[in-house]
């Protein structure tokens, strides 16, 4: 059980890290990053489905997949300008920051530790640092997203 938790993390960890954090040097469209997360998602979905089998942590793994559909939904519904988004700095950044923040205060409620209230702020200090318009924040927030994002994960994958 334990090790299922540990590997579920593990690899979403390791998707977050890579695949946000490849996207901020790969110049690539939006819909080149969309298919490649969508992509991973289903990869990702199908491995934790097969490796976490008790119906007790379900409800936090359909969560993410869940918050993880309707990013990527809406991502599509930004590139193809369904949704407008202007006066939004950084609409895809900032959507899948809100979406890990939701993520990780849900994950808290369910297991109830605190650590992953520590872990939520993280995302909500990269969205705040793009909204007041930290020229920093906002040219590496792809890269930000990874990073707080992919390594809470992977580290507490060896907490489990």
């Known amino acids: 059980m334990a090790d299922a938790i540990q590997r579920s993390l593990l690899l979403w960890g390791c998707i977050c890290l890579v695949g946000f954090g490849v996207f901020q040097f790969w110049n690539t469209s939006v819909l080149a990053m969309n298919i490649t997360l ?3 998602w289903i990869v990702g979905f199908i491995l934790v489905q097969f490796w976490v089998k008790e119906i007790w ?3 936090v793994l359909y969560t993410w997949g869940l918050l993880a559909l309707i990013g990527l ?6 590139e193809y300008h369904w949704i ?3 006066g939004i700095l950084s609409p895809l950044v900032s959507l899948w920051l809100v979406l890990f923040i939701i993520g990780f205060l849900g994950t808290q409620n369910y297991t109830k530790e605190r650590v992953w209230l520590f872990i939520a702020a993280l ?3 990269v969205l705040i640092g793009i909204w007041i318009g930290i020229p920093t924040v906002s040219q590496y927030s792809y890269l930000l997203l990874g990073i707080t994002s992919g390594i809470p994960l992977i580290l507490m994958s060896f907490k489990y």
Do not use: E
Request: proline fraction near 17%; avoid cysteine; aromatic fraction near 12%.
């Open 38 to 40: 969508a992509v991973l």
């Open 57 to 59: 942590k379900t409800p």
């Open 73 to 78: 939904v809406l991502s599509f519904a930004f």
């Open 84 to 86: 407008p988004v202007q």
């Open 123 to 125: 995302p909500l200090l």
